[in-house]
């Protein structure tokens, strides 16, 4: 009988990088910080003396998530990093899957109709609250549990959806979630570290899903064909070429420029100050934005917060979310551009 196969180490894996390992999966992410904690516990234990995690320094750490990274790979795992979009750019290192798309990892610890029901969601953030006036990609609370249940037809219009004779059908055999479990799941999901919630209460992806998913957004949410405009769903950083799902954008509707909070004084400091849109050049003004701001940055919704508060009774305007709120009024805006313009 064969002997079975067994991965390959890097030269000098030793113990401590197995429990770096171990601690670094267990964990989904780490910063730098809490890689230096982390560090600092290996190597007390194993001398038997305590460490300073201050004394861990930036190299030890990136030595400790090389060699992770070169003992996970031939096991079709990586390692990657992204700067965090809302902590003022904190790096963060993800231990992911390299070749299995999100929606199948997630059906190892949630149900069918959990996994169906977090397509749903994504398709809200990137499809139905994502589009050229106003680029969310984010959902409430109101939202979220509105897409308890699948719609009647196909529940996805994306640019890339199959055609439906080649599409698996789930709208049979989903049933769908309660408003309960939505809100449990939706709890799960942030201790996973797989979705944030906002102060304001707002949804959104974190940075260990923007690393995982990264592909599958792009291959799911992008329109690659010739006839495709030059406006796509997810778009990247003018800076750091990262995907942008918080941040500012070109006033310009039309424009697709994009910038990180995060980015914007360097950038604007490598062109001597000349606000202006590279691509179009049109004033940039640092007032329009990318992610739950396109919401709460607008009048209408301060004032809106302001009367829910003073009253006390956080009513949403009959029932319908913040979001819907801005989103239909936002549709009636272009609406009367239409008009305007064929007038």
């Known amino acids: 009988m064969e002997d079975e196969w067994e991965p390959p180490v890097p030269a000098g894996y030793n113990d401590?990088?197995?429990?770096?390992l171990q601690g670094f999966m267990a964990r989904g992410t780490l910063t730098f910080p809490q890689g230096q904690k982390?560090?600092?516990?290996?190597?007390?234990?194993?001398?038997?003396e305590p460490?300073?995690?201050?004394?861990?320094?930036?190299?030890?750490?990136?030595?400790?998530?090389?060699?992770?990274?070169?003992a996970v790979e031939p096991l079709d795992y990586d390692i990657r990093s992204s700067r965090d979009q809302l902590r003022n750019g904190e790096r963060v290192w993800a231990f992911i899957n390299a070749h299995?798309?999100?929606?199948?990892q997630m059906a190892t610890t949630h149900t069918a109709e959990e996994v169906a029901y977090i397509k749903r969601l994504m398709d809200l953030m990137f499809d139905e609250y994502n589009t050229v006036r106003m680029e969310v990609m984010a959902v409430d609370e109101g939202q979220a549990l509105k897409a308890s249940r699948p719609k009647k037809g196909r529940e996805s219009q994306h640019p890339n959806d199959?055609?439906?004779e080649d599409q698996p059908s789930t709208t049979t055999s989903d049933r769908g979630l309660?408003?309960?479990?939505?809100?449990?799941?939706?709890?799960?999901?942030?201790?996973?570290?797989w979705l944030e919630k906002s102060r304001a209460g707002f949804y959104s992806l974190s940075p260990r899903s923007l690393i995982e998913m990264w592909s599958w957004l792009v291959a799911t949410y992008n329109d690659d064909s010739e006839s495709a405009k030059d406006w796509q769903r997810i778009k990247f950083c003018e800076s750091c070429k990262e995907i942008v799902t918080h941040g500012q954008r070109c006033s310009e509707m039309d424009c697709t420029v994009r910038l990180h909070d995060i980015c914007q004084d360097r950038y604007w400091r490598t062109r001597r100050g000349e606000k202006k849109c590279p691509k179009c050049e049109t004033e940039w003004t640092g007032d329009h934005f990318v992610g739950e701001r396109a919401i709460t940055a607008r009048k209408g919704y301060q004032r809106g917060r302001?009367?829910?508060?003073?009253n006390g009774s956080g009513s949403r305007n009959g029932g319908r979310s913040d979001l819907e709120e801005t989103v239909a009024a936002q549709q009636e805006a272009a609406d009367e551009d239409e008009d305007m313009e064929e007038a």
């Open 38 to 48: 982390l560090v600092a516990a290996i190597l007390a234990a194993a001398n038997g």
């Open 306 to 310: 302001g009367r829910a508060i003073g």
């Open 16 to 20: 401590a990088n197995r429990a770096f």
């Open 51 to 70: 460490v300073d995690p201050e004394s861990i320094s930036q190299d030890a750490f990136a030595n400790f998530v090389r060699t992770a990274r070169e």
């Open 178 to 193: 309660k408003h309960s479990e939505v809100l449990s799941l939706l709890s799960s999901l942030v201790a996973e570290g």
């Open 100 to 104: 299995s798309d999100p929606p199948t």
């Open 162 to 164: 199959q055609d439906e």
